[in-house]
Structure formats: C-alpha cells, structure tokens
C-alpha cells in the first residue's frame, strides 16, 4: 500500500510531498483539446512529477466536462465518446496505469463547512434533510453554476436511466482500457443518497458497486474505494467492504478518511475520531493484499492552514503511515 | 499513554492547533532567560482556560553554569508549585558525571518540598549521570532517536522503563518525519507499552515539510498523527 496525495505541478507543493517522504502521487487531468487530452500534456506532467522522483500512479478524476453528455444521455454522447476513448487511449501511451471516474451527475454534496469539530476545527458536513432544500448542496461544493458541470438540472433521471447510461459508458470504454492498459476506477457517489433534485444517484451501497465490477467483467474495470464515502453508506461496514470489494483485487485506488454518522447525515473528521477503526481497516488492506495507492482524501481545516490544507494533511500522513507501520511491526512479533 | 504536543507560551494558535489535532495534552515551553516572564501562573492559566490539559512546562533559556542554572531551576519549582504547576522538563546545565547527585541535592530538596518534578533530558546527560537518577523528584525523559541518549533499540528501551524515573519520553526524528528515519518508532513503542509504561510520551523537534513558519506546524502535526496512529494500533 503506497501512500498518496493529490498534487499540483507548483514547486512549493512537490517540496512539500517529497519531505512527507512520500514517492508516488495522482493528479487531475490536463485540460482538452476538442474534447480530447492529448498525449503530450499527460507525458510532460508526469515529466514534471518524475524529475523530483515522484510516480504518478493516478489520474483523478476524468474530467466530468469530457463525458457529462454521456452521464446524462443526451444525443452529443457519441461524440463525447469518441474523446474519452482517444483520451484513455493517450493516458495508456504516457504509461500511468489508473484513471478514476465518477457517476455523480450533480457532483459531490455537502451542506456545511462549520468550525463545529475538535478546537473548533472545520468539518465538512452533509445532511439530506437541509440538501433537499438546497440547489447549493452541491454548487457550492463543486465550484459549479458559471459551468456546464455541475448545474442545476434541467429534467429528473431514474435510477434506470442513470444504470442505463453507466452500462452504455463502461460497455464502450473497458475494451479500450484493456487495449490501453488502464485501470478504470469507478468512485462511489458522495454523498451517498438515491437521489438529489430530482436525480438519481446509483453507486450508493456496496452491492451497486459489485454492479460496476458486474457489468463488464475485465481486470481493467474496478473501484476507486473511498473509505470516506463507503463510510458513509448507510448501514456499510467499511472493513467488510474491503474484504469484499478488495478480496476480489477490484479496488485500483483508495481513498483514506474517517467520517463520522452515515446519510441521511454526516461528518468528515479527522481520522483519528471518526466512526470506521482506521488501524482495523488498514489491517483488512493488508490481509486482501491491496498494493496500490491510497490518498489522503479531504480533512478538516485547522488553524493558520494555507489553502491546500497542508497542516492537515500532514497529520493525516503522518497517522497513516503510523498505521501501517505500525500494523507491520506487531506482524512481525 | 498521554500524548502531548509542545507550543510556545504566548502563542495562541499553537495552543488552537494542539486541541484541534486531538493532543491528550500540551507541553508549554516557556524562556527563563527573559526576565519580563517569571510567573507561571498564566502559562497554567491560558492553557486551563483554552480546554487543554498542562502536562509540563518545557523551561528554556537556562544557564550554562550549574549555580545559575539551579537557582534558575529552584525559581521555577517555587512558580510552578503556586501556579498547581507539577512536572518542569529541562536539560540539565552542563555534565556532572561523579558529581551530579551532590550538586543536585538541594535541588531535590525543592522538589520534596514544592511537589513539582523535574525530567531532566537524558540525551543531554552522560550515562553515569543517568544511573544516578532517578533521585526523588528529579526524575528522567528519555530521548529516543538520539544515540547514547539512554537507549538506542526496544530493548534498551523497555529496560529503561523498568529501571523507574521515566516521566516522559520523547521521539526525535533527526529532522525527518516519525517513521521515516533511522529510529523504530513503532517497535520502541510496543517495547514501552510491554513494559507498562503509561506516562507521557511526545514528537521531538518537528521536520521542516517544504516551506513552513518557523514552529514547522506541518511537521508538528505529521508527528502527532504518526504517534496518535501507533498508540491507537496498541489498543
């Protein structure tokens, strides 16, 4: 299990992971060309990673404003299509093995971000109660509403429909994956409620998940495992997910975060207090055998932090690689 | 264990950060060598009133002498006894050697007599010094992570632990994060918990994480959620 962040290109960022000790990273996507990333633009960032020996191991996310037509159906999805496929097909050349996608039409949601945690600490926070209410709950969140994604939407999806769409998605894409040698990582719906002004969210339990991994059986077509997100399912035990999910070497990618409730209402905290025992899960990596990358996903804001949170990450890197270690040596006794 | 973070007396946030990062405790370094601050009784105060729990105060700007330095020392017991103040860490002056338990009678004096103790530095006292202690109150923090500082692996650790007198131990990383250097931080934890230590136990020197302010926060905080994780995996 490698530790990961999420990084930028800036100097200031890489010095920072390199002191962490850290040697493998993800990073988002270069921006498109005609709705296509070329191959150019992937190979020089991950020049840039390489240069200061960090691996860039992930691609998070596919950008939602390459495959949103695709997300919900409309007729310009043959065309998005066409650029996904020459994009994975562009990551695949560049050599970086997992791309991660998600299925949220409307983005990831919460309702608050309040210096209601410890030493008042600033905790995302999400309730259905308040997002039903609240067209924000998600273009807040997501920086959406000037762009195309997300946006408020202009007619309701079932649940069929939004299945419908990620099957005609995965049908087309995994055989190109395969061909490319990509890794596609499916990253469950956060948060992880049936549905959202009118929309239907899909991968919001541990069964639809097992549904991606169904559709199109391939050792390209996975799950981006967020323990977050999963966390916050409702009634899912987060260790027995990764028995189940990682026991079958589907989890390309993980996520690391300890929440606190699950829907209809929650909190992400810092992992140390949250609900899921971290040392537990980290021992269930472990035993299912996941060697890939695991990043440090969202954390509270602390005091006097600068805007990528580096205090907090920090401590989050920090306690990981505690876990594990730790984890390692009591084997070892 | 106790898990404790060290701030800087005066500084707010650093107080702030260790009750947000979940410090079981903090250590507030306080200067003897500024004469505008010779009570203690606000160090004691602030963190009370902050929602935090004062496991010592870290005494720096000492002398190098022993007589200054143990009339400084005597001071801080006598402002640590009428602030409820009740563990002073510090390092000792310079080494003793044969003479370290005669010079440091009257010290142990004040510590019977205010019932604040004192944890001397064990990487910064020689071995037959270390031997000597502890003697009443005045007591040891072993230093992991530093060689010759009192115990170089688990075992010498553990052995430590069962000698008596440690009241603190700390983790230097040598200017990397917990569990990235030479030092194995879990194994000499497991050592100590084995042999039943439960004292207090805190990071070093924080690692300077790419561009930082000068108390390096961000490495503050990857040693304390280095430590936190390995105590959690214990239990």
Known sequence: MKIALHASESADHIAFIQSLGLSDVVCGMPAEIDGVVPV???????????????????????????????????????????????????????????????????????????????????YPRFDSAVAQHMAAACLDWMGGGKHRYPHIPDQPLSSEQVWAHLEWFLKAVVPVAESAGVHIAAHPDDAPVPEYLGVARILIDVDSLQRVIDTVPSPNNGIGFCMGTIGTMAGVDVIDAIHRIGGQGKVFFAHFRNPRGQVPSFEEVFPDEGDIDMAAAVAAWQEVGFDGVIRIDHCPGVVGDNGRADRSFAFQVGYLRGLIQSLATGAGQ | MKLALTVRYGYDEELIFAQQLGADAVIVRFDLGDPR?????????????????????????????????????????????????????????????????????????????????????????????????????????????????????????????????????????????????????????????????????????????????????????????????????LR
Not at chain 2, 71 to 83: E, H, I, R, V, Y
């Open chain 2, 37 to 233: 601050d010779t009570d203690l009784a606000p160090v004691a105060h602030r963190v009370r009133v902050a929602g935090l729990q004062l496991a010592g105060v870290e005494l720096s700007g000492m002398a190098d002498q022993f007589q200054p330095w143990s009339d400084g020392l005597t001071g801080a017991l006598l402002a640590a006894q009428n602030a409820g103040i009740d563990t002073l860490l510090c390092a000792s002056p310079t080494q003793h050697a044969s003479t370290l338990g005669q010079d440091l009678e009257a010290v142990v004096a004040t510590t019977s007599m205010t019932g604040v103790r004192v944890c001397l530095d064990s990487s910064r006292l020689l071995p037959e010094e270390l031997a000597w202690l502890p003697a009443g109150d005045v007591q040891v923090e072993l230093v992991l992570g530093v060689p010759g500082a009192g115990a170089d692996g688990p075992a010498q650790a553990a052995a430590r632990v069962h000698s008596g007198g440690i009241s603190a131990i700390r983790f230097e990383g040598g200017g990397l994060p917990l569990g990235m250097g030479a030092i194995d931080v879990t194994a000499m934890l497991r050592a100590i918990a084995a042999a039943g230590y439960d004292g207090l136990i805190r990071a070093g020197a924080p690692p300077l994480l790419g561009e930082d302010d000068d108390w390096n926060p961000k490495g503050a905080a990857n040693d304390l959620g280095y430590l936190r994780a390995v105590l959690q995996s």
């Open chain 1, 40 to 122: 150019e633009a992937f190979e020089q960032r991950r020049d840039i990673f390489a240069r200061h020996n960090l691996h860039w191991d992930v691609i998070e996310n596919l950008s939602p404003t390459l495959y949103d037509e695709i997300m919900f159906g409309t007729a310009e999805r043959e065309r998005q299509l066409d650029g996904v496929c020459r994009t994975i097909e562009n990551i695949g050349k560049a050599g970086i093995p997992v791309l991660q996608y998600q299925w949220m039409l409307l983005g990831g949601l919460r309702t608050e971000y309040s210096p209601t945690g410890r030493g008042g600490a600033r």
